[in-house]
């Protein structure tokens, strides 16, 4: 079965960059969303499509794939920002939704 | 307002059944892809369970298939998951959420309702 990859933590400082991967075989060639969740609450579609941005998502949200590698990039991060985030696809081969491990986003 | 509202879950003990629903609200029920994921305490997002609008494609994950059944009324407006044969690992939050087609984004996710199995 198709395995999605991401780093379980990434730190980050107010105002600064954060990039969170989500790798895996030919991910290129596949659709990638991406899906925040705060503590106690249910997950909020950020990034859908690689790339495209849900009505009322901040522009600081972007995402890009390709290769073997799909990021989703949050610039000038905020407080607000820290949260658990995770990537999903689709795969074709086996008529199943899969998500990746998901990442803890720190705001330091 | 857009909305899905889970309902159903509770405490059963292995071996047992529960039936879950999912009522939505303020979106075309009957043109949507319905999907159902869980969250184990402490733990990451797991797909369960996905149907296409008018139930012609129906797709679960391995480590359900044979004992969870998903299913929809879309007179109704509601989606619900069987879940039979319910062992431990089968605790969790279960969230159901909607999709413009199987392979979209799930867009519009419910509060989750709580299912813990346990002797």
């Known amino acids: 079965s198709y395995v999605l990859t991401q780093p379980p933590s990434v730190s980050v400082a107010p105002g600064k960059t954060a990039r969170i991967t989500c790798g895996g075989n030919?991910?290129?060639?596949?659709?990638v969303h991406w899906y925040q969740q705060k503590p106690g609450q249910a997950p909020v579609l950020v990034i859908y499509y690689d790339s495209d941005r849900p009505s009322g998502i901040p522009e600081r949200f972007s995402g890009s794939n390709s290769g073997n590698t799909a990021t989703l990039t949050i610039s000038r991060v905020e407080a607000g920002d820290e949260a658990d985030y995770y990537c999903q696809v689709w795969d074709s081969s086996s008529d199943s939704v899969v998500f990746g491990g998901g990442t803890k986003l720190t705001v330091l | 307002e857009v909305q899905l509202v889970e309902s159903g879950g509770g405490l059963v003990k292995p071996g047992g059944s529960l039936r879950l629903s999912c009522a939505a609200s303020g979106f075309t029920f009957s043109s949507y892809s319905m999907n159902w994921v869980r969250q184990a305490p402490g733990k990451g997002l797991e797909w369960v369970s996905s149907?296409?609008?008018?139930?012609?494609?129906?797709y679960y994950a391995d480590s359900v298939k044979g004992r969870f059944t998903i299913s929809r009324d879309n007179a109704k407006n509601s989606l619900y998951l069987q879940m039979n044969s319910l062992r431990a690992e089968d605790t969790a939050v279960y969230y159901c959420?909607?999709?413009?087609?199987?392979?979209?984004?799930?867009?519009?996710w419910g509060q989750g309702t709580m299912v813990t199995v346990s002797s």
């Open positions: 030919n991910i290129g060639s596949k659709s």
């Open positions: 149907i296409s609008s008018s139930s012609s494609y129906i």
């Open positions: 959420a909607n999709s413009g087609t199987l392979l979209g984004a799930f867009d519009i």
